[in-house]
């Protein structure tokens, strides 16, 4: 369970210009304070989490002025379950400019540019899916060779989480499959703003990642403590365990 959506991301200011602008305090704890928000509430609920459970951390990072970005966006990575003969997946959802894809503003009516790279064992391939309606028709946010790096670190970063998830895992529960959500922004030349003076080029940032898969919380310890593949566990409907007693044997 991640919870993607259901917080609330606040701005803070270490030295506030105004009195009506709020400080990097009042911004954590009108983060934390959404944890506790109706919709976060009801959304534990429905997945079995229990809602004392949570020890919750915020990500700090510096502000992204819209004058800044380039382009913004969302992706999602899938690494195929082993031996299914399924792709790697790549699908980007992303916006030109500073028009949010995740929280675009009320009423509007644009749509951001959808890509898709497909590696199924030839190379990656870059799919078109529709372009963005702030840009005119043939035009693209984004290009192919940034769609093929894009998929290249996304490929990295994925593999990586899952090598790690499996590690704390006995083998017998480790997965083959997962996807992860990714928001990332295109930046201008000088993000952030450095005390130092040095300017950072502009680039992709990769701002924050987070599994898409399913919780396996409702299920009882008991079938937690099975020997079944974490991502398979996630997805029954049902696990019924058959047992057989009897003094002789016949195996085909």
């Known amino acids: 369970f991640n919870g993607a959506g259901l917080y609330s991301s606040n701005t803070g200011f270490l030295h506030p210009p105004s009195d009506d602008d709020?400080?990097?305090?009042?911004?954590?704890?009108?983060?934390?304070?959404?944890?506790?928000?109706?919709?976060?509430?009801?959304?534990?609920?429905?997945?079995s989490v229990d809602h004392l459970s949570?020890?919750?951390?915020?990500?700090?990072?510096?502000?992204?002025?819209?004058?800044?970005?380039?382009?913004?966006?969302?992706?999602?990575?899938?690494?195929?379950?082993?031996?299914?003969?399924?792709?790697?997946?790549?699908e980007v959802n992303q916006q030109q400019g500073a028009l949010s894809v995740t929280n675009p503003p009320p009423g509007s009516t644009h749509l951001p540019e959808i890509d898709r790279v497909i590696d199924d064992g030839g190379g990656p391939v870059v799919v078109r899916v529709r372009g963005s309606t702030v840009l005119l028709p043939g035009a693209f946010v984004l290009d192919e060779p940034t769609l093929l790096q894009m998929f290249d670190d996304a490929k990295t970063l994925t593999t990586?989480?899952?090598?790690?998830?499996?590690?704390?895992?006995?083998v017998a529960q480790r997965r083959s499959t997962l996807t992860l959500d990714f928001e990332t922004r295109f930046v201008e030349a000088g993000w952030p703003a450095l005390r130092s003076g040095a300017q950072r080029p502009s680039r992709l940032v990769w701002k924050q990642a987070r599994t898409l898969e399913p919780s396996t919380a409702k299920a009882p310890a008991t079938v937690q403590s099975l020997p079944i593949p974490k991502d398979i566990l996630a997805r029954a409907r049902r696990v019924i365990r058959h047992s057989c007693e009897a003094d002789e044997l016949t195996l085909f």
């Open 160 to 170: 990586m989480w899952l090598d790690v998830e499996n590690a704390a895992l006995p």
């Open 54 to 90: 949570g020890s919750m951390a915020c990500a700090v990072h510096a502000n992204f002025p819209d004058r800044q970005e380039k382009n913004n966006g969302v992706a999602l990575f899938t690494v195929p379950p082993a031996g299914s003969g399924q792709p790697f997946v790549l």
């Open 22 to 47: 709020p400080t990097v305090e009042e911004a954590i704890k009108e983060t934390w304070a959404s944890y506790w928000g109706s919709e976060a509430f009801e959304e534990r609920r429905l997945a």
